[in-house]
């Protein structure tokens, strides 16, 4: 088949060298026969263009002497595909010893790929330079001409080609039933641009007639074309959803999904529930198109009765929910079905979106259910999401999981670096029933949490940590290490012996201590803050020693309610948010800093990190917040909290 024409040909009906035109080394002329006459034809090479078609033809001409007393009859190949190829007449007059171009005549001027030119009464020549182009290379002019037989359109012979522009229904219907595949799309395309009022009754009749499938297909995406998406004419369409034939049945539903419907047409939601499952994935996929009202429930219930689990049942039904309906709508839709596989395609919908909304289904009844949401969480991974992985350490159905899942549960701890999950890897890492191979993940976990890698641990890719205080893990390091030293596993209880011989793992002062010295005016500030640090940890730290720590600067210096206020995120989200938001109007720089990291750690969309945002969004616009921090809150700002805002108004952005 020839790229680009306007009609299907086959190999067989091209000239063979010796019974077209030969055209050698790009200067020797050669009288052809037939339509052309006996006027030399000339073929200029590929590096030749119409924008300088007189120069080269001259310069042949010349060479060649044989332009005098009669018009050349140029062949110009197109090698850009922008249609400027074509045949061209000229005519030379004598100038010396070279040639004056008087004037040209297009015999017709087309081609869309390059070396193509279409002639006006159909017949079709380019020129083949083989398979390296150049000045000198061997052409073959070549000419297509219909092959010989009788036309499949009207029965009678026709020696060249014929357009199918023009032709009336008749012929085009017969047309679609060639075995030809150019051919079958040409006829239903001029079928498509017709008045339905002419195609489209035809059109539907030779879809229902048995026998040609190919002819059958082509015949009902014409009709789907016909319609163009009215919702009428597409009803006509729809009766085609209750072929025999799983393949016209399949191809109905997609066209279907190109109108525009206001409701689910009663064939898309019956076809969700086809014996076929060919049919069944293009009526999801048809539905995720038109996202009509009632999409998610429709698509629910097509997924709850996927009982087989059928993965590629799965994968269409979850790509159109991920099209058809919101994060928030799908996710209340899913919690609502008592169906393990429709829970589960919901989650693989969310995790095409990205939603934060995947966090509700770690909490899910069946464990595959919350398996996959944890995957879905941390792969991609959604960050929104990850502080809510993070927080299923503290929840002891989660360590029935597998250990690939509780893994991700560790590495998002990690990336978090909160210290309210120290506490509860320790307790992992000394439960009877951790592996061992996830006892000794929990205790790299806590050894390097100080300095997390720069590898996800994982996944193959970087690791990218939160902001977090050393030496925070150093009490859940101790207990888990003295707890491993004498396991029966001689490799975990080596990795715990050589812990405890490190900095990290050296057993830590008791709480009484820690507090008299966090409270000690006198103490020096590194210290002062080692001190908070560690009691945060342990949960040793007195709700009213923190707020007199945070009270005023003759308490603490600004460094130490800085921490205060950030460490009390592991242990009160909602006590530090409220710390937060009243330092971003007169505390310290190292306290506004504390609270703009506050925001890593609260949970993303709820109350208390929309107020947080909100007041940073208010500090922004006020200008109250000096250059270091403007550009920190402005990428921290969201357009719905600024939306939102009662002051009204844009904050500016930095400089």
Not at 89 to 111: A, I, N, Y
Request: hydrophobic content about 45%; proline content about 9%; glycine content about 8%.
């Amino acid at each position: 088949v020839i790229p680009g024409a306007d009609f299907g040909w086959q190999a067989e009906s091209v000239t063979e060298p010796g019974k077209g035109w030969w055209f050698e080394e790009g200067m020797e002329t050669l009288t052809s026969s037939g339509a052309t006459g006996d006027q030399p034809l000339w073929c200029l090479p590929p590096v030749a263009r119409l924008e300088n078609l007189e120069a080269s033809t001259l310069e042949f001409a010349a060479q060649t002497q044989a332009g005098a007393g009669r018009p050349l009859l140029l062949l110009a190949a197109d090698q850009q595909g922008g249609g400027k190829g074509g045949l061209v007449t000229l005519h030379l007059e004598p100038s010396g010893s070279s040639f004056q171009l008087v004037k040209t005549v297009d015999v017709w001027r087309g081609g869309a790929v390059p070396a193509t030119a279409q002639a006006p009464d159909g017949s079709l020549f380019f020129a083949d330079w083989g398979t390296s182009p150049g000045v000198f290379s061997h052409c073959q002019i070549r000419k297509l001409e219909w092959p010989a037989g009788p036309d499949p359109a009207s029965g009678k012979p026709a020696g060249q080609v014929q357009a199918l522009t023009g032709l009336p229904v008749r012929q085009l219907l017969a047309l679609l039933e060639s075995p030809s595949p150019r051919v079958r799309l040409r006829a239903g395309r001029q079928l498509a641009a017709l008045p339905f009022q002419e195609s489209l009754e035809p059109l539907l009749r030779l879809a229902r007639k048995p026998g040609n499938l190919p002819a059958r297909l082509q015949a009902v995406w014409a009709a789907g074309a016909v319609a163009d998406g009215d919702a009428v004419l597409l009803s006509e369409v729809a009766r085609l959803a209750r072929d025999p034939e799983p393949a016209v049945r399949a191809t109905t539903v997609t066209v279907l999904g190109e109108g525009r419907f206001r409701e689910t047409p009663p064939a898309l939601r019956a076809a969700l529930t086809d014996a076929s499952l060919t049919v069944r994935m293009a009526a999801a996929a048809a539905l995720g198109r038109l996202k009509t009202p009632g999409a998610a429930t429709d698509l629910i219930t097509a997924a709850a009765r996927n009982d087989s689990g059928d993965p590629f049942v799965r994968s269409s039904l979850a790509a159109a929910l991920a099209l058809a309906v919101p994060a928030p709508e799908l996710a209340t839709e899913a919690q609502g079905s008592e169906s393990q596989e429709a829970r589960l395609t919901a989650v693989h919908a969310l995790r095409r979106l990205a939603a934060p909304e995947l966090a509700v289904f770690l909490s899910d009844p069946d464990p595959r259910v919350r398996s996959e949401a944890v995957r879905a969480i941390y792969d991609p991974p959604v960050f929104p999401a990850l502080p809510a992985l993070a927080e299923e350490l503290n929840n002891t159905a989660a360590r029935q999981l597998p250990e690939s899942c509780m893994r991700r549960v560790l590495a998002a701890a990690l990336r978090g670096g909160l210290p309210g999950h120290t506490v509860p890897i320790a307790d992992l890492a000394l439960a009877l029933e951790t592996p061992v191979s996830l006892k000794l993940a929990a205790l790299e976990t806590l050894a390097v949490w100080d300095q997390p890698p720069v590898r996800d641990p994982v996944r193959p890719r970087r690791f990218l940590p939160m902001p977090r205080l050393p030496g925070l893990a150093r009490e859940a390091l101790h207990r888990a290490a003295s707890g491993l030293k004498a396991h029966s596993d001689p490799i975990l209880s080596a990795r715990a012996k050589a812990l405890l011989k490190s900095p990290a793992g050296a057993e830590p002062p008791s709480s009484a201590s820690l507090l008299a010295l966090a409270q000690n005016t006198e103490a020096p500030e590194d210290t002062r803050l080692a001190a908070v640090r560690m009691l945060i940890v342990r949960n040793a730290l007195p709700p009213d020693t923190a707020h007199a720590l945070c009270a005023t600067e003759s308490t603490a210096p600004p460094a130490v309610r800085a921490e205060v206020r950030s460490l009390l995120m592991g242990r009160d989200p909602k006590t530090a948010a409220a710390l937060a938001e009243e330092v971003l109007l007169n505390g310290s720089s190292l306290e506004k800093q504390a609270a703009i990291r506050t925001l890593n750690h609260l949970p993303g969309r709820s109350t208390d990190h929309e107020r947080l945002l909100l007041s940073l969004a208010r500090r922004l616009a006020q200008g109250s917040l000096s250059r270091p921090f403007r550009s920190r809150c402005w990428r921290r700002s969201s357009g719905a909290t600024l939306k939102a805002d009662p002051l009204g108004g844009r904050p500016r952005r930095p400089g």
